[in-house]
């Protein structure tokens, strides 16, 4: 895709935001090293009937299911996109805990962050790109080399091989040792791109406010002449630029009148009367309650 280019959807129709791509995630990459790392370390070394072990295969694919649900779900919620990497992101940490639980009650060392052993498995993962100090990690914090959602082609079936010296081991504290180090490095890139999904929604909206962005711009170039009936055409926040929306007050001095809002509330309370007098600041009508507004 060329720089500049909308995605686009099927039928070739541009999207409002992109959305798949999941399987080029290095976060999603990363935790399928995880669980696959996680399901033969259980097999190998944990009691199949303990209920230990359907805990940590569950969060181990939570972890995994969790970053392509939400990079699927990005194209209509930013904001389910969020809350699904979040969840990701808690069920790898649930899952290390266990990992460090099984060290601990088995009186088996627990690798340092800077002992040798440690320090191999990241340089194997900066070479895969899962590392913070890799050379190319790109300044995208969604890491989508090709936002559009198309094939999906599959991840490098390569992904486990090389950890496999540390992964297929006979002693369970290496095994367990560097499936901690590859958590480690699959919650630095959600931590990533947790921080970088906020920027874009706060920077550039959420899919409604982009979704309103676009009818307003489309009547704009339509250019036709509003009818006596037609609704007034929004004008963009004075605090953050979106479009706003006719909202009716339900309460304060004036019940029942209409005034431009945000189209982001909560997350910008900014207002402007309907007649496009001068644009105020978040006003006692915006900033107090949610129920002031519909």
Known sequence: MKNGEQPQAPGGSPKLRPSGGYRKLRSFQSATVVYDATVLFCSRFLDKR???????VQAARSGRQNIAEGSRASAASSQTELRLVSVARASLDELLLDYEDFLRQKK???WGKSSPEARQVREVGRQQGFDRSHPSDPPDP??????TDRSDPGA???LFGPYAPWLDHGDPAVVAN???CLIHQANYLLDRQIAGLERNFITEGGYSERLAAARIAERRRQG???GPDAAPE???CPLCSQPMALRTARQGPRPGSQFWGCSAFPQCKGTQSLQGSSPSA????SAGSDRSVR
């Open 142 to 147: 969604t890491d989508r080399p090709d936002p």
């Open 234 to 236: 929004a004008p963009a």
């Open 156 to 158: 490098p079936a390569s």
């Open 282 to 285: 978040p006003s006692a009508r």
């Open 108 to 110: 088996l060392p627990l």
């Open 178 to 180: 560097a499936v901690i």
């Open 50 to 56: 303990s209920r230990t072990v359907d805990q940590m």
């Open 224 to 226: 036709g002449a509003p």
